[in-house]
């Protein structure tokens, strides 16, 4: 089942903007299962900022209403397109056929390595787990990883969103010249 929620009018109702609609947008990017609101916020900002859709998969786990978890992102639901899926499978289907990017650890590829298309699809997966092992065997092959040199244990995920898009927008800006 898939729901949209309005939620720039549950966290910002003084808001007068008019929401924005992407016809085309540049990324379509997919939380799977996210548990961090704030982690949410941000990539709703980002999203805005870069014309991608955001999918949110799975159960929200925390307290929607608390407007100040959402409070990196509130400003931008107006211009961000924004979709609630009750689970990846459901968000994948209502997509198509569009072969999805799956950023994990363990791929062989880095996000410059892999060539992104307008409209790609990209997953992410939970701060504290993988994305589904069903989509990660179906699409093997499309798993790219995130290289990290220093001394740390891993990256936020709004963090690794922002760096995928940020070079997705790099190589299409480029094919665009």
């Known amino acids: 089942m898939f729901l949209s929620m309005q939620l720039h009018s549950d966290l910002n109702s003084s808001s007068t903007k008019t929401p924005h609609v992407?016809?085309?947008?540049?990324?379509?990017?997919?939380?799977d299962r996210p548990k961090i609101a704030a982690n949410i916020a941000s990539i709703v900002r980002l999203s805005a900022s870069f014309q991608a859709v955001l999918h949110v998969c799975g159960p929200l786990v925390f307290d929607q209403g608390d407007k100040t978890k959402w409070r990196a992102g509130l400003d931008y639901f107006y211009g961000a397109r924004v979709h609630?899926?009750?689970?990846?499978?459901?968000c994948l289907?209502?997509?198509g056929d569009i072969e999805p990017w799956i950023i994990e650890v363990g791929g062989e590829k880095a996000p410059w390595d892999v060539s992104f298309e307008s409209g790609a699809i990209v997953i992410f997966g939970p701060e504290d787990g993988s994305v589904n092992d069903l989509i990660c065997n179906r699409y093997?092959?499309?798993?790219?990883?995130?290289p990290?040199?220093?001394?740390?244990r891993s990256l936020n995920l709004a963090q690794c969103v922002a760096m995928v898009t940020a070079e997705a927008t790099r190589q299409l800006q480029d094919k665009n010249k």
């Open 93 to 95: 289907q209502l997509l």
């Open 22 to 31: 992407l016809s085309q947008p540049l990324l379509h990017i997919i939380l």
């Open 148 to 152: 990290q040199y220093g001394p740390v």
């Open 140 to 146: 093997q092959e499309r798993i790219v990883s995130i």
């Open 84 to 90: 609630f899926h009750q689970d990846i499978f459901s």
